[in-house]
C-alpha cells in the first residue's frame, strides 16, 4: 500500500514545526554556522537528517546523544557504525588518554600494532595486516594491491554498492548491461566505466560474463550490501562468487566496515568466507579514526616481493603520515580486547533481533505490506512486501519522502535512526527499554500514517 501523500504531507508539516518549536538551539546555531562552513555543517551529508537542520550535539555516552536544547536521545544511528561500540566507551578512553599522553604518532610501530595485527587474525582468518585511517583508504589500498600483483587494471563491483569514496565504485548497470557513472558521482578523475565493471548483487550469470574478460584484479564487496538497505546474498550466491573469482584469477576482496554487525568476526567468520583480501573500519577503534585490510598468506607473499624491489615504498600511492598512528592503535586494542567482545555481540545480535521483532509486529497490526531484514546486531524496514534482491530493486524501493516522515517522527520523540536508511544498530550499550522506545515510536506514526484508513 502506497501512503497517499495527501496524508503524508500534513503529518510532516506538523512534525517540522514540533521540530522547530523543541530545537531552538539547534536552530540559532545552525544560522551561525552558515556563515563560515559550506552548508553549515562540517560535511555536506549533515544537513541531510530529516528535521530543518541538523541537531547540534552536546555531548554522547553510550547509546545516549544528549543535544544543546537538553534533549536525550537513544541512538540507533550510531555515527553510520563509527560509534557501533557506543558513545565514548570507557575502555576506550582510556586508552586514548594513556597514549596521547605518550605520543600520538611516531612514524614508528608499537607492540600495540602487533595485538591487534594477531587479534584480526584470530576474528577474520587473514594471517597479515596493514593499518590505515578510513575504510575507504583501506579500500583504495586493497584495489591497489590487487591490481599491482594481478596486472590487471579493472575492478568489479555490486550495483549500488557504497566503499567509501573509492573512485572506482560510483556506478549502476547500465540499460545494456555495460557499467554507467551514477549521477551523483562529483568530479570524477575519469569515467568509472573505464576502470569498472559491474554486476547486480545476486546475479551469478552476470558475474562469470564479467569476469571472463578476464581485466579484473579485483571483486570488492561487502558480504551483504548495506548501503542501500540490507540486502543479503541468496543462497549459495556467496560460494558462486568465490569459485567464480577463483577461476578468473580475480582477487575477492570482503569490506566488513558495516557488516561485522554479524559478529565478532564479520560475516567473513560467521558464514567461513575464504576472502583474498578484507577491509575493515569505522567502528574497530570506538571511533577514533583507524582502519585496517587483512590478505592471505598468497597475497602477502606476492605484495612483499614487489615490496622488496622497491627501493623507496612510501610513494606507491599506499600510505598515509598518520596511518598506523600510536593512538589509533591502542584505541583499536581497547575496542577490540574490552568493548567489541564475543558476549557483546551475543547481546547486541539478540537485541537486532528484539527490534526487528518490535518493527514486524506493528507492521503486521497496521497492515502495512512492507518488510524488516536484520543483520545480526543491525535491521532495517523496507516500503515492499518482500525484501529487494539486488541494488537496483532497493533502489526503486526507496520512498524518501515517507522515510523522511518515520525518521522526523522519531527524532522529536528521542530515537535517531540511521538518517540514510531506515536502520538501526545496537552497541554494546543499548538496552531493551531502548529498543522498545523504538517500537512505541514507530507504532504511534504506523497508526498516524494508516488513520482512517
Ligand atoms: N565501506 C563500507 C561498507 C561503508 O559503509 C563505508 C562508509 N559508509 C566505507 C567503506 C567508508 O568508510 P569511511 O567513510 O569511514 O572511509
Same mark, same amino acid.
Given at each position: ?167 572506482? !565504485?560510483? $556506478? *549502476?548497470?547500465?540499460? +545494456?548491461? /555495460? @557499467?554507467?557513472? %551514477? =549521477?551523483?558521482?562529483? #568530479? ?7 576502470? !569498472?565493471? $559491474? *554486476?547486480?548483487?545476486? +546475479?551469478? /550469470? @552476470?558475474?562469470? %560474463? =564479467?569476469?571472463?574478460? #578476464? ?239
Amino acid at each position: 500500500m502506497d501512503i497517499p501523500r495527501s496524508r503524508l504531507r500534513p503529518l510532516m508539516a506538523d512534525e517540522l514545526r514540533r521540530f522547530e518549536d523543541l530545537h531552538p538551539r539547534s536552530g540559532s546555531l545552525f544560522a551561525r554556522a552558515r556563515d563560515s562552513m559550506l552548508a553549515g555543517v562540517p560535511m555536506p551529508w549533515m544537513a541531510e537528517w530529516a528535521g530543518s537542520y541538523p541537531v547540534f550535539v552536546s555531548s554522547a555516552s553510550g547509546a545516549r546523544v544528549e543535544d544543546v536544547d537538553g534533549r536525550s536521545y537513544v541512538d540507533l544511528c550510531l555515527g553510520d557504525t563509527g560509534a557501533m561500540a557506543g558513545h565514548s566507551p570507557p575502555a576506550t578512553v582510556a586508552a586514548v588518554a594513556s597514549a596521547a599522553s605518550r605520543g600520538i604518532t611516531t612514524m614508528l610501530p608499537t607492540e600495540d600494532s602487533i595485538w591487534v595485527g594477531e587479534e584480526m587474525a584470530r576474528r577474520f582468518g587473514l594471517p597479515s595486516w596493514q593499518f590505515c585511517l578510513t575504510a575507504t583508504d583501506a579500500n583504495r589500498f586493497a584495489i591497489r594491491l590487487a591490481r599491482e600483483i594481478t596486472g590487471r587494471p579493472k575492478v568489479l563491483v555490486f550495483a549500488w554498492c557504497y566503499h567509501g569514496s573509492v573512485d572506482e !565504485t560510483f $556506478v *549502476v548497470v547500465g540499460p +545494456d548491461g /555495460s @557499467a554507467r557513472m %551514477r =549521477e551523483d558521482n562529483m #568530479g570524477p578523475p575519469v569515467d568509472p566505466a573505464l576502470t !569498472t565493471r $559491474v *554486476v547486480e548483487w545476486n +546475479d551469478a /550469470s @552476470a558475474l562469470e %560474463r =564479467e569476469l571472463s574478460h #578476464g581485466d579484473v584484479a579485483c571483486v570488492l564487496a561487502e558480504p551483504a550490501l548495506t548501503n542501500i538497505g540490507i540486502v543479503l546474498p541468496s543462497e549459495g550466491f556467496h560460494s558462486q562468487l568465490r569459485a567464480l573469482t577463483r577461476a578468473a584469477g580475480s582477487l575477492l576482496v570482503i569490506d566488513e566496515t558495516h557488516t561485522i554487525c554479524a559478529g565478532p568476526g564479520g560475516y567473513t567468520k560467521a558464514y567461513g568466507l575464504g576472502p583474498d583480501l578484507l577491509t575493515i573500519g569505522k567502528a574497530i577503534a570506538g571511533g577514533v579514526p583507524a582502519a585496517c585490510y587483512g590478505m592471505s598468506a598468497e597475497v602477502a607473499g606476492r605484495v612483499q616481493a614487489r615490496l622488496d624491489d622497491m627501493a623507496v615504498t612510501d610513494v606507491g600511492g599506499i600510505g598515509g603520515t598518520l596511518s598506523g598512528n600510536a593512538l589509533s592503535l591502542a584505541a583499536m586494542r581497547a575496542t577490540l580486547s574490552e568493548v567489541l567482545t564475543d558476549d557483546a555481540f551475543e547481546r547486541m545480535i539478540a537485541l537486532g533481533a528484539r527490534w526487528a521483532g518490535g518493527v514486524r509486529d506493528v507492521i503486521d497490526e497496521a497492515g502495512l505490506p512492507w518488510e524488516v531484514q536484520q543483520l545480526g546486531a543491525r535491521a532495517e524496514y523496507w516500503f515492499s512486501p518482500t525484501p529487494p534482491a539486488n541494488g537496483s530493486e532497493a533502489a526503486a524501493a526507496d520512498d524518501h519522502e515517507l522515510a523522511r516522515f518515520l525518521h522526523l517522527h522519531a527524532l522529536n520523540r528521542g530515537v535517531l535512526l540511521t538518517p540514510f536508511h531506515n536502520m538501526a544498530l545496537m552497541c554494546p550499550a543499548t538496552t531493551e527499554a531502548d529498543v522498545d522506545a523504538h517500537t512505541e515510536v514507530f507504532r504511534e506514526a504506523a497508526t498516524a500514517l494508516t488513520a482512517g484508513r
